[in-house]
């Protein structure tokens, strides 16, 4: 994939931030949206501005990750802290502690993601991950997106159930949440 569509998605994902909620923090529901991009390598390979974050791990060391085996770089994950349960009405608080820009975005079901070159790389050779439906909707990173070092969004499930949430741009990062 080129540079210039995956610096398009980074932008387009750049266009919102969601508010902080009173509800998610008195109900102890939060997700921590955590990676380790170092600055440098990633705005190198990608575009400047990629990475505003200071970790550790070179986009080298971060594609070297997208396989079928280790299935992405685990250093890009959702932290869960309060419990993956949580009462009809209740809010849940996403923070973004990570240099990257991510989505925190509720799917139908867990699939691949809507950036071609990491579905083909964690899909088995010549099968990529099929992009998640709601990638066909175009106002699914402006509703979603959470801005690197602090960006945060709050999320009320309206309905009962287990609901699924992954980062579209990174789809190993994913969690379920109930709501009963």
């Known amino acids: 994939m080129s540079k210039k569509i995956v610096a398009a998605g980074l932008a387009l994902a750049a266009l919102t931030l969601a508010p902080y909620s009173a509800n998610a923090a008195k109900s102890g529901n939060r997700v921590r949206v955590e990676d380790r991009c170092e600055q440098a390598s990633f705005d ?29 770089d685990h250093h890009w994950r959702f932290k869960v802290s309060g419990g993956s349960t949580i009462k009809l009405g209740q809010s849940i608080s996403v923070v973004n502690t ?15 993601g809507c950036v071609p070159f990491i579905n083909a790389a964690l899909g088995e050779p010549g099968t990529p991950l099929e992009p998640a439906p709601e990638c066909a909707d175009p106002a699914i990173f402006p509703g979603s997106v959470i801005p690197p070092l602090g960006g945060t969004e709050t999320v009320t499930p309206t309905t009962k159930g287990t609901h699924h949430y992954i980062c579209l741009i990174h789809p190993w990062m994913l969690t379920d949440v109930t709501v009963k």
């Open 44 to 72: 190198a390979a990608i575009a400047p501005g990629t990475c505003v974050g200071n970790g550790t791990t070179t986009f080298d060391e971060f594609l070297a990750k997208l396989n079928p085996v280790d299935f992405g």
């Open 98 to 112: 990570g240099g990257e820009f991510h989505t925190f975005t509720e799917v139908a079901d867990p699939a691949g």
